[in-house]
Nanobody, 126 residues
């Protein structure tokens, strides 16, 4: 497993932007596929975005397509989630996830990730 640490959450207003970061403690970050998931109170964990090892494959949940962008900097061992046009329904704890991969996959299923960060709270409210 990999140690993952998220940062960048906070309280913002509807329409604002926010960037989350997730840094990994691992010798070779480029071996990991990475994902972002979120969970709101009383709701199931929801897929947000995922990116393949090399960054060429990116997948997004339907509710965030066109507003969120996932990216990675393998030299910095960090994956980012840029969130634009935030809505109150984006309020949740956001979790970074990772897994060593030998393919160019960017899985949308939380069961396929074996390393998780502690989560960072994002609250969108006027």
């Amino acid at each position: 497993q990999v140690h993952l640490v998220e940062s960048g959450g906070g309280l913002v207003k509807p329409g604002d932007s926010l960037r989350l970061s997730c840094t990994a403690s691992v010798p070779t970050f480029s071996d990991l596929m990475m994902g972002w998931f979120r969970q709101a109170p009383g709701k199931e964990r929801e897929f947000v975005a995922a990116i393949s090892r090399g960054g060429t494959v990116r997948n997004y949940g339907d509710s965030v397509k066109g507003r969120f962008t996932i990216s990675r900097d393998n030299a910095e061992k960090t994956v980012y989630l840029r969130m634009n046009s935030l809505k109150p329904e984006d309020t949740a704890v956001y979790y970074c996830a990772g897994r060593h991969s030998v393919t160019g996959a960017a899985s949308t299923f939380f069961q396929q990730y074996d390393s998780w960060g502690q989560g960072t709270q994002v609250t969108v409210s006027s």
